[in-house]
């Protein structure tokens, strides 16, 4: 199937000028154009648009992503490569639950004090109804 970049642009929710950024990046390649120049994009620049979604939602870089596919590229001469990259983005990803997790706990122990001030500023009498 085909697509135009607005229509991917569409499904991945981001501004075609990325389109064009991942094309001169080298991360889009072999990219059809029409007779008009107009962008011609096939099922498996949805499937690499999905996999660079994902690893740049995983904070890897444009410089990672690169090494990546080219790696994979050539995936037998490149699996030592592919595994540390990945390894690394992983050990990253989970320092970065870690401290998620660490501030998620934090912000509930104060949720859980103020509510607790809260309640009780609620249950005592008003200063101004005892004077």
């Known amino acids: 199937m085909?697509?135009?970049i607005r229509q991917v642009a569409t499904q991945f929710h981001m501004q075609?000028?990325?389109?064009?950024?991942y094309e001169d990046q080298g991360l889009l390649t072999n990219v059809e154009r029409t007779e008009t120049g107009q962008r011609i994009y096939e099922d498996c620049h949805i499937d690499r648009l999905r996999?660079?979604?994902?690893?740049k939602n995983a904070g890897m870089t444009i410089d990672?992503?690169?090494k990546f596919f080219v790696y994979?590229?050539?995936?037998p001469e490149h699996i030592d490569e592919i595994l540390d990259l990945l390894e690394s983005r992983r050990e990253s990803l989970d320092e970065q639950r870690?401290?998620?997790n660490?501030?998620?706990?934090?912000?509930?122990?104060?949720?859980?004090?103020y509510g607790d001030i809260w309640l009780l500023d609620r249950a005592l009498p008003s200063k101004a109804l005892l004077g």
Request: with cysteine; hydrophobic share 35%; net charge positive.
């Open 2 to 4: 085909s697509y135009t």
């Open 16 to 21: 075609p000028s990325t389109l064009r950024y």
């Open 51 to 55: 996999a660079i979604c994902c690893f």
């Open 64 to 66: 990672d992503l690169k």
């Open 72 to 75: 994979e590229s050539n995936e």
């Open 98 to 100: 870690r401290a998620l």
């Open 102 to 113: 660490e501030a998620a706990m934090h912000v509930q122990r104060k949720l859980h004090n």
